[in-house]
């Protein structure tokens, strides 16, 4: 059984940083891109960034140049970094893997 588990989220200003962990459970591995998604009260889920097997990145217009995703192959996790939060950031962020298994996810609240 495939387990996604994300960890990182909290209260953070705005301006400030925060960096999201992703660990996969219950699989070797799985050469299937992996991701995250947000979303925030009110709103649908979106795309947040995404990252292949290999590296290649996918970012959301919103969030390009201030988050960077990246992925440990050995340790089966994907991170997410994210810089010069906004108060538009405010959601509850989940880990995918294959848009097939997600996480519970966890909340990020940006706020003074």
């Known amino acids: 059984q495939v387990q996604l588990e994300e960890s990182g989220g909290g209260l953070v200003q705005p301006g400030g940083s925060l960096r999201l962990s992703c660990v996969a459970s219950?699989?070797?591995?799985?050469?299937?891109?992996m991701g995250w998604y947000r979303q925030a009260p009110g709103k649908e889920r979106e795309l947040v960034a995404d990252?292949?097997?290999?590296?290649?990145?996918n970012y959301a217009d919103s969030v390009k140049g201030r988050f960077t995703i990246s992925r440990d192959n050995a340790n089966k996790m994907v991170y997410l970094q994210m810089n010069s939060l906004k108060p538009e950031d405010t959601a509850v962020y989940y880990c995918?893997?294959?848009?097939?298994?997600w996480g519970q996810g966890t909340q990020v609240t940006v706020s003074s």
């Open positions: 995918h893997l294959a848009r097939t298994y």
């Open positions: 219950g699989i070797i591995w799985s050469v299937s891109a």
């Open positions: 990252i292949t097997y290999t590296g290649n990145t």
